[in-house]
């Protein structure tokens, strides 16, 4: 399984944007770059997903440079309900689609 | 999506004693996931759990320790045997997050061990 390396914490304002990178060296053909949010006290929450290129939804965007070794979730204009835990992971494992949490970047968005 | 509730939310148990955990999805699913997570820390895959054969565990830990139950392909329970204070933790029920699509998760149950 592929490991990932993302800062264990991360400051921010209200109303900036937030670039999280994630380091994947040894990122597999098939595997796709997942990003996860976790609020205190709940699971953690699917935000976006991609495999090359870059990734927009609603929240955030994916940036994956064409290596794949490393992606950066960018959220636009945070908020303080975005302070969270974010978590990249890759894969899941081929064989059982299991899904293997690294320690997350916790971002602390401040007024 | 998959809607996932699980119960208790939170418990306080005496050491030595077992609880057990209850995952209900809402829909079918092939594979289950439990998760523990320690305070401050990120999650730690326990085992996988699919309908109608054993579970498969992580490294470190031991069916004897933490025995599941998949009786059906919408629920699963996992048990916290024997425990102690060290077993306080937050345990999380998922269901499959293959490559492509995302996982869901449940609430998770806080349990404290005193």
């Known amino acids: 399984l592929a490991k990932t390396t993302q800062p264990i914490s991360m400051d921010s304002y209200e109303g900036q944007e937030v670039n999280i990178t994630c380091s994947h060296n040894n990122i597999a053909t098939n595997d796709y770059i997942t990003w996860y949010q976790q609020f205190p006290s709940q699971g953690p929450r699917f935000i976006i997903q991609g495999y090359k290129t870059k990734v927009t939804n609603e929240v955030a965007s994916l940036f994956i440079p064409a290596d794949r070794k490393s992606s950066t979730l960018s959220l636009p204009r945070v908020s303080l309900s975005d302070t969270a835990v974010y978590y990249c992971l890759v894969g899941g494992d081929g064989a059982t689609n299991k899904l293997i949490f690294g320690t997350g970047t916790l971002l602390a968005v401040q007024p | 999506s998959a809607v996932i509730s699980q119960k208790p939310s939170r418990d306080i148990c005496q050491r030595g004693t077992s609880l057990t955990i209850q995952c209900q999805v809402d829909s079918q699913v092939t594979m289950m996931f439990w998760y523990r997570q320690q305070p401050g820390q990120s999650l730690t895959l326990i085992a996988t759990?699919?309908?109608?054969?054993?579970?498969?565990?992580e490294s470190g830990f031991v069916i004897d320790k933490f025995p599941i139950s998949r009786p059906n392909l919408t629920f699963s329970t996992l048990t916290v045997s024997n425990m102690s204070p060290e077993d306080s933790s937050i345990y999380l029920c998922?269901?499959?997050?293959?490559?492509?699509?995302?996982?869901?998760f449940g609430q998770g149950t806080r349990l404290t061990v005193v």
């Open positions: 998922s269901v499959d997050g293959r490559g492509e699509t995302e996982a869901f």
């Open positions: 759990a699919n309908q109608g054969s054993e579970a498969t565990y």
